[in-house]
């Protein structure tokens, strides 16, 4: 389950000797982190919480500022991998799901979306569905995108280099996430300096103050950990400096203007992979030009098909709805909530949770290029703490059941 890095080598290259160059150092990335990026398998994907873009806006008092989505909504594009020529039968896999004979297609918002994700796992119709693709030999793979995070790495690019971490002796990852933690229950704050400094565009007089209005966001030196203080001590520099790269250039308050590039990496990544999408009428209108080119070659390794033809791209929606779910449960919950909530699971709760996660370890054994995260690492650790809670649990389950 790898954190993504995020490729801002991309941003200003704009011919095809530096989309070349850019491919090149992504598979070098990528090999150097174990993915198999040579496999040749089909990807099918969905998406869920596609709110089309990220900014930040004035309210209608004109006082407050407010994100235009909830920045813990995590954008996921996600689905299952076969092999070639796997066609299963749509009737079939209905009546294993227990839906209607005359159902036309199935969905997650209509036949499994319950509440939230506890919810959602407290559904029979679940179960049988994770068992089918673990049966069929699926694999299931997944990008997640937590808004904030996404948004405000941009800041700790901006000021520090990854060799200037590296020197003081801190992890690049770790950083990162130390900052996003420092703004957790500042938000209301942090959007309304973002606003005023037309964030992520930040005007090159205005960046003494966007800096030092971070700063007063954080308690005194003397209370702030090793890496918050290095954080902190870059921002102050930051104050005395006339450029933040990664900060400039961009449109004024738009820190998302669309999720184009997460559609993309996928063909960029797996070149020899067929990958089907759900039809995405913006996301096609603009594939002409955004196309991957890997050494030269134009990939033509994208298609986009009406989901009520495509089997697994219906699973696919699924596997994208329940693990949006997952992903707003995720960031609105600490450990002792999720130690709380795995006490009182019931047992199909606990079922599909530990068969979730007996995907989610199949896929990241066979290529770990499959399950991307770009969130802080606390996020992650959150995540696989409720798996490791609900395995655990299990097993204490099955030996008390055993007659002494």
């Known amino acids: 389950m790898k954190k993504c890095r995020h490729w801002k080598e991309g941003k200003h290259m704009n011919n095809q000797s530096d989309e070349k160059q850019l491919h090149e150092m992504e598979q070098e990335w990528y090999a150097m982190q174990g993915f198999k990026t040579d496999i040749k398998c089909y990807f099918y994907y969905d998406e869920s919480n596609n709110h089309r873009k990220f900014w930040v806006r004035s309210c209608e008092n004109q006082l407050d500022k407010k994100f235009n989505v909830d920045p813990y909504l995590d954008f996921v594009l996600a689905g299952v991998v076969a092999k070639p020529r796997f066609e299963p039968s749509f009737e079939e896999l209905v009546h294993l799901l227990k839906l209607q004979k005359n159902v036309k297609e199935i969905k997650f918002k209509t036949q499994f979306a319950n509440g939230d994700f506890l919810g959602c796992m407290d559904k029979n119709r679940i179960g049988y569905l994770f068992q089918w693709i673990n049966d069929q030999n699926l694999f299931i793979h997944y990008k997640h995108v937590n808004h904030l995070y996404y948004a405000i790495v941009e800041i700790i690019d901006s000021i520090m280099s990854p060799d200037e971490i590296e020197e003081m002796d801190f992890d690049y990852f770790s ?31 205005k960046i003494k103050d966007f800096t030092l209005e971070l700063l007063n966001l954080f308690p005194m030196r003397r209370e702030q950990s090793m890496e918050e203080k290095f954080i902190t001590g870059m921002l102050g520099r930051a104050s005395q400096s006339d450029e933040l790269v ?134 992650t650790n959150r995540m696989n703490f409720l798996f490791d809670l609900c395995k655990a649990r299990a097993e204490y389950n099955q030996k008390s059941s055993i007659p002494k």
Do not use: C, W
């Open 246 to 379: 990664f900060l400039e250039g961009n449109t004024d308050y738009v820190m998302q203007e669309n999720y184009e590039e997460f559609y993309y990496d996928g063909p960029r990544k797996y070149y020899n992979a067929m990958h089907i999408y759900d039809e995405e009428t913006k996301i096609q209108s603009g594939e002409k030009e955004a196309r991957s080119v890997y050494k030269d070659v134009q990939l033509e390794n994208m298609k986009y098909v009406n989901s009520e033809t495509n089997v697994l791209v219906q699973v696919s929606d699924v596997v994208a709805g329940i693990l949006g779910k997952l992903m707003i449960y995720i960031n609105n919950k600490d450990n002792n909530a999720i130690r709380k909530d795995v006490e009182n699971l019931t047992e199909q709760q606990l079922d599909n949770i530990n068969m979730l996660r007996i995907l989610r370890e199949k896929s990241n054994k066979y290529n770990k290029g499959f399950l991307m995260s770009i969130t802080a690492t606390s996020v």
């Open 175 to 205: 950083i990162k996430n130390t900052f996003y933690e420092m703004l957790q229950g500042k938000e209301k704050a942090l959007q309304n300096i973002m606003f005023q400094y037309e964030f992520p565009n930040i005007k090159k007089d």
